[in-house]
């Protein structure tokens, strides 16, 4: 009885001084989410990175949006000067602009990245979808551009 009543003064001992077994941050132990995630995803602090990191390893890839003339849309994602060459460019087959640094949000290259896409398909098409990490880097770098 005496070991009962001391095991649960520790247990709510250790519930009120904040139990050092509690998951702060759930998703760092989904490890089946970990796996799914690409290693190749930047930090944000290197938003240097993103047009080789994101765009070209996921979406410049052949039959995409690679710099062959029959790129889908006609978009190169892999040539150099990314951002100078998207920002105000008007997107083919829907509403914006590419890349609009005073509203990152809006940029189609960020709204076709959503699980809804404003139009035509959830980029990229037949793979699977950016992660939250990797779209805030994109929302970065269409803000901040390199």
């Given at each position: 009885?005496?070991?009962?009543?001391?095991?649960?003064?520790?247990?709510?001992?250790?519930?009120?001084?904040?139990?050092?077994?509690?998951?702060?941050?759930?998703?760092?132990?989904?490890?089946?989410?970990?796996?799914?995630?690409?290693?190749?995803?930047?930090?944000?602090?290197?938003?240097?990175?993103?047009?080789?990191?994101?765009?070209?390893?996921?979406?410049?890839?052949?039959?995409?949006?690679?710099?062959?003339?029959?790129?889908?849309?006609?978009?190169?994602?892999?040539?150099?000067?990314?951002?100078?060459?998207?920002?105000?460019?008007?997107?083919?087959?829907?509403?914006?602009?590419?890349?609009?640094?005073?509203?990152?949000?809006?940029?189609?290259?960020?709204?076709?990245?959503?699980?809804?896409?404003?139009?035509?398909?959830?980029?990229?098409?037949g793979a699977s979808a950016l992660d939250e990490r990797?779209?805030?880097?994109?929302?970065?770098?269409?803000?901040?551009?390199?």
């Amino acid at each position: 009885m005496r070991t009962d009543r001391v095991h649960l003064g520790l247990v709510i001992g250790a519930l009120l001084a904040g139990c050092a077994g509690t998951l702060d941050d759930p998703e760092r132990y989904d490890v089946a989410r970990q796996e799914s995630q690409p290693s190749a995803t930047p930090s944000c602090a290197d938003i240097a990175g993103v047009p080789t990191t994101i765009l070209g390893a996921r979406c410049a890839t052949a039959g995409c949006h690679d710099a062959s003339a029959g790129s889908a849309a006609k978009l190169d994602l892999a040539s150099p000067q990314l951002h100078a060459r998207l920002t105000g460019k008007a997107a083919t087959g829907g509403a914006g602009v590419l890349v609009d640094v005073a509203n990152p949000e809006a940029s189609v290259l960020y709204t076709k990245t959503a699980t809804l896409a404003p139009f035509g398909s959830t980029m990229p098409v037949g793979a699977s979808a950016l992660d939250e990490r990797a779209r805030a880097c994109l929302r970065a770098w269409i803000a901040g551009g390199t």
